[in-house]
Nanobody
Framework: QVQLVESGGGLVQAGGSLRLSCAAS????????MGWFRQAPGKEREFVGA????????YYADSVKGRFTISRDNAKNTVFLQMNSLKPEDTAVYYC???????????????????WGQGTQVTVSS
């Protein structure tokens, strides 16, 4: 399995921005579709966005479309989540996810995930 370590979470005011990073190790990064999920207290883990093996295609949850952007750098084994126009309802623990040869849509629709990171807290104050 690929090992994933997230960073970049924190406290931000509504309307602000944060950029999350996820560093991968242990396997060939370019063989994995990558994504982000989040889990708020008392709620189930939900899909946020995903990106294909090459970065050519992305897929987002409707709740973040137009505000969040996922990208990847295969040379640095890292995936990013740029979050703009943050809202209090975006508050959650954000998890990086990897799926072996998984498309972005498959990760979002079928939760095709092989590995999870430990999560990073994002808190948006009103």
């Amino acid at each position: 399995q690929v090992q994933l370590v997230e960073s970049g979470g924190g406290l931000v005011q509504a309307g602000g921005s944060l950029r999350l990073s996820c560093a991968a190790s242990g396997r060939t990064f370019s063989n994995y579709g990558m994504g982000w999920f989040r889990q708020a207290p008392g709620k189930e883990r939900e899909f946020v966005g995903a990106i294909s093996l090459t970065g050519a295609s992305t897929y987002y949850a409707d709740s973040v479309k137009g505000r969040f952007t996922i990208s990847r750098d295969n040379a640095k084994n890292t995936v990013f989540l740029q979050m703009n126009s943050l809202k209090p309802e975006d508050t959650a623990v954000y998890y990086c996810a990897a799926g072996y040869r998984t498309t972005a849509q498959a990760m979002g629709v079928h939760r095709s995930v092989d590995s999870w990171g430990q999560g990073t807290q994002v808190t948006v104050s009103s």
